[in-house]
């Protein structure tokens, strides 16, 4: 498919563990993005790129996050020693240089125990 | 203070009535995007439509069209014929700044619209 992709869709941690996500935006897309979404809330902010320099992360929670996209097409965001409100859904978007759009992966549920 | 409002939390429909989602935004900027997004019970988030702050026209996909009231700095999604398959969550979204390089964008709380038949 020519879609966002995320993997893994889900995943389940102990507290204290480290993750890794990952985002393969659509073919060409310059901009990429991370979300994350509450149950029932819309998606927060928290980190982008232009090509693979980081333009902006002031949404990042805290230093435990960080994100990198060394090769300006694949992401993939981190979060060190997980903790429990780390859990919920983390999306990635991807837009063109026209920017009339952000298209959005399906998702990684990130549950930690 | 909030940048994007979307004061009907939820909303009942009759299959085939036309449908206006809410959406109000704040922001100085002159130059910004106007998004709407479609949350079916899946989970995927699918874009809809778009509206450029300096679009002469509203924006028009199929069913959906954006009335966009620049001085109300309103942007309300309007489905026309629903569809029992409208069913979902409708986020709207801002980007503040010029396009280029392209930003964040700012989502609301959402409506959760339900078509009944």
């Known amino acids: 498919g020519a879609g966002v992709s995320q993997s893994p869709r889900y995943k389940v941690t102990k507290r204290g563990q480290d993750v890794a996500l990952r985002c393969d935006p659509i073919?060409?897309?310059?901009?990429l993005y991370w979300y994350r979404q509450a149950l029932g809330q819309g998606p927060e902010f928290l980190t982008y790129f232009n090509y693979e320099a980081q333009q902006d992360k002031s949404g990042l929670p805290n230093d435990r996050f960080s994100a990198e996209r060394p090769e300006g097409s694949i992401s993939t965001l981190t979060i060190q020693r997980t903790e429990q409100r780390d859990s919920a859904m983390y999306r990635c978007?991807?837009?063109?240089?026209?920017?009339?759009?952000?298209?959005f992966g399906p998702g990684t549920r990130l549950t930690v125990l | 203070a909030q940048k994007i409002t979307q004061t009907q939390p939820g909303m009942f429909v009759q299959e085939k009535e036309a449908v206006t989602l809410d959406c109000t935004y704040d922001t100085s900027d002159q130059s910004y995007g106007l998004f709407w997004y479609k949350q079916p019970s899946s989970g995927e988030m699918i874009f809809l439509i778009y509206?450029?702050?300096?679009?002469?026209q509203n924006a028009t996909e199929g069913r959906y069209s954006l009335n966009f009231q620049k001085a109300r700095k309103s942007a309300n999604l309007v489905i026309s014929a629903s569809q029992l398959g409208d069913s979902a969550m409708y986020f709207c979204?801002?980007?503040?700044?010029?396009?280029?390089?392209?930003?964040?964008?700012?989502f609301g709380q959402g409506t959760r619209l339900t078509i009944n038949p």
């Open positions: 978007a991807s837009s063109s240089t026209s920017g009339r759009a952000q298209y």
């Open positions: 073919s060409g897309h310059v901009s």
């Open positions: 979204a801002m980007r503040e700044g010029q396009i280029q390089g392209a930003q964040k964008l700012v």
């Open positions: 509206q450029g702050s300096y679009d002469e």
